[in-house]
């Protein structure tokens, strides 16, 4: 290890901010089970998902250094040797790169454990978002580097961790989907992102906004008045240059952050019917499909035809095949036990009737056939579902088959 | 300008309190030690000097090269770091080449007699040991003019003879300024002295020229004391 190494080790708080970062990454990239680790987008956006605790840490740390730097005692190396102007940059920088570097690190390795040899929005896009996820690290850090110039330590890591807070709420879309640019945002999806992809504009300006903000703050120093540090011009012109840009960025950029792409699923098996998944989803596939296998058996051995269609496809985000003729579609899949009655009523479902997606729900007599036909088919493998203790009984195949050619034709007052 | 530093016209003002100069002086190689009361405004000129604080009017020319080596009053060295990795953090700093950088840091060290420990963190150092290393990272890029605020204010009677000695072998062919109070400081260093008392410049000259300026009256039990006391006590009337 260099002197340089050993000295920023010792010396600095930054780069052990990226123990931190491992620390919550890896609790992010085990957290339930991780449910599509085979999408290269999904795991891009899933390890973002604790960036919100990460960015306080870093902005904290970055001004404590910052701050350390500039007390009495030490101010005269960034402020009368050469290269002093350097010295913040250098703080914030064993920062900001070792966490960076493990982040990206840790998406690494999610995506070689999830097999992602070719994703689906290819390559380029998943290094962009996260080149855009590394521009928020060393935007933190330079915002924390910028607050602590001017403060004392202990103040400055509180300030700059409430402010981090505040900008992460106030500048990102965390538990919302926002319709339009924001310069931290993006970050973060829990569900499958089959069907989607990103804007690559957003992607590139959030990266060039935050950069450039981060480089405008972190050469920016205050100066020495009667002793003390205060804000000077060119402090205060960097804060102003930020706010400004971040303000005015959202009003710039136009379009939605990310874009539907609907694709069906095309690892496909079988005959009787054809059954089409996601080759992402193929790791956790089999209780599914197994319990679709039991599903249908049951189903043509008790002579209920109408239950067996031609085709199964997985649906994914704005992709449902199911059309009523022959064509079923099955959840998105994920790890874990099999939900069978959750299963039959995603098998059943009218997807391609508009009621179900209009704004006043459809009728009780859909909700009424919808209950009877699950505790039919799950009577049929032996799970009778009837949750409402309601008295459901079984309906026989030609009941069945009345309904189904209902829905088909988008007539959900079909009553059992 | 001799090879220093010079500073024309130079002055600060605190708001409306206190105003320090308008002060000139040229400085060559050699011990200068600043000699005043508390608050004379010693460190105010130190950081004047050192580009820590923009003058209200006049200016200062550093010769040769663009940065002092400086060592602030109470310095605040990252303790986790050995002698060695923080110099090499100043050198690099001080825009002192790759190459040149670790001869630099040998150099320094060997120059306040801190080679043994090289490689002692900066919290085992006494505080003799840790003044000198203040000295060393002032050195390291081989300035011409050092600016030294106190160095030998909280040593023992041992200790302080050390820097002393150091400072003197520093100083051969570079202009060393040293900030204190301290009398025997001024006896066993200066080669010349600048006496600053509220904020003015009162004198400038050599030992013996300052003893002249004793009154037999003022408080002190030598000359160079009885000297000091009566200008500081006259540029505060």
């Known amino acids: ?82 290269r002093g102007r350097v010295e ?26 999830g097999g992602v040899g070719h994703p689906r929005v290819g390559w380029a896009p998943i290094a962009l978002a996260v080149v855009a996820q590394g521009s928020t690290f060393l935007w933190f850090a330079a915002v924390g580097s910028f607050i ?19 900008f992460s709420y106030v500048l990102t879309n965390v538990g919302a989907a926002a319709p339009e640019f924001e310069v931290l945002g993006d970050q973060g ?15 590139a300006v959030q990266s060039v906004i935050l950069v450039a903000t981060a480089a405008v703050m972190l050469v920016a120093r205050p100066v020495e008045r009667s002793a003390r540090i205060v804000p000077g011009p060119a402090w205060v012109s960097a804060a102003l240059a930020t706010v400004v840009v971040v303000a005015v960025a959202p009003r710039a950029v136009a379009g939605a952050p990310l874009s539907a792409e609907p ?47 031609t085709r199964v496809e997985e649906s994914s985000r704005r992709y449902d095949a199911a059309d009523g003729h022959g064509v079923m579609s099955l959840p998105i899949l994920e790890p874990g036990q099999v939900d069978t009655p959750g299963l039959v009523q995603r098998l059943l479902m009218p997807g391609w009737c508009p009621a179900l997606s209009a704004d006043t729900p459809p009728p009780d007599a859909y909700f009424a056939a919808m209950q009877s036909l699950t505790f039919t088919w799950t009577s049929v493998v032996g799970e009778p579902y009837d949750p409402m203790a309601a008295g459901l009984r079984q309906l026989s195949p030609d009941e069945v088959g009345r309904i189904q050619s209902a829905w088909s034709a988008c007539d959900l007052t079909a009553e059992p | 300008m001799s090879s220093g530093v010079a500073f024309r016209e130079l002055s600060f003002a605190y708001g409306r309190g206190f105003h320090l100069g308008p002060l000139s002086a040229d400085i060559g190689p050699g011990v200068t030690c600043l000699v005043g009361a508390n608050g004379a405004g010693k460190s105010t000129l130190f950081r004047l000097l050192a580009g820590l604080q923009t003058p209200t009017t006049g200016s200062v020319q550093i010769d040769g090269q663009d940065a002092v080596g400086y060592l602030p009053q109470s310095p605040d060295f990252p303790t986790g770091a050995t002698c060695t990795e923080f110099l090499t953090h100043v050198a690099w700093l001080q825009s002192v080449p790759r190459r040149a950088r670790r001869d630099a840091v040998a150099h320094a060290l060997d120059s306040v007699g801190l080679t043994s420990h090289a490689h ?21 890029h081989d300035p011409r003019v050092v600016l030294l605020d106190e160095p030998t204010v909280g ?80 540029g505060q009337r």
């Open chain 1, 148 to 166: 602590g110039r001017c403060t004392p330590p202990l103040l400055a890591g509180i300030l700059a961790a409430g402010a981090s807070l505040a």
């Open chain 1, 263 to 309: 694709e069906p699923p095309d690892d496909c098996t079988g005959t009787q019917p054809v059954v089409c998944i996601y080759p992402e989803h193929r790791r956790h596939a089999e209780p599914t499909l197994a319990a679709l296998d039991a599903l249908l058996d049951a189903a043509r051995d008790a002579g209920y035809a109408s239950f067996v269609p």
């Open chain 1, 88 to 113: 913040y940059v250098w703080a914030a920088s064993w920062t900001a790169v070792p966490a960076i570097a493990v982040h990206t690190a840790v998406i690494i390795v999610a995506l070689a454990i």
């Open chain 1, 189 to 203: 999806a829990s569900v499958s992102q089959i069907g989607v992809t990103w804007n690559l504009t957003h992607l």
């Open chain 1, 1 to 82: 290890m260099s002197v340089h190494a050993r000295y920023a080790l010792r010396t600095l708080a930054g780069p052990w901010a990226a123990l931190v970062v491992v620390g919550v990454d890896l609790g992010i990239a085990t957290m339930r089970h991780a449910p599509y680790l085979g999408e290269g987008m999904w795991t891009v956006r899933w390890m973002a998902l604790g960036l919100w605790i990460l960015w306080p840490v870093v902005a904290a740390v970055a001004a404590v250094d910052a701050a350390r730097l500039t007390r009495p005692g030490s101010r005269h190396l960034p402020f009368t040797t050469r």
């Open chain 2, 155 to 234: 040593l023992d009677p041992v200790q302080r003879i050390a820097a002393r000695e150091v400072l003197e072998k520093i100083a051969t062919d570079r202009a060393v300024v040293v900030s204190t109070h301290l009398v025997e400081d001024v006896r066993g260093l200066a080669a010349r002295i600048l006496l600053l008392s509220d904020g003015q410049l009162v004198f400038d000259g050599d030992i013996p020229a300052l003893e002249r300026e004793a009154r037999p009256s003022a408080p002190g039990e030598t000359p160079l004391e009885q000297a000091m006391a009566t200008l500081i006590i006259g």
């Open chain 2, 120 to 140: 002692t963190k900066i919290r085992a150092l006494s505080g003799g040991m840790a003044r000198r290393l203040g000295i060393a990272q002032a050195l390291v």
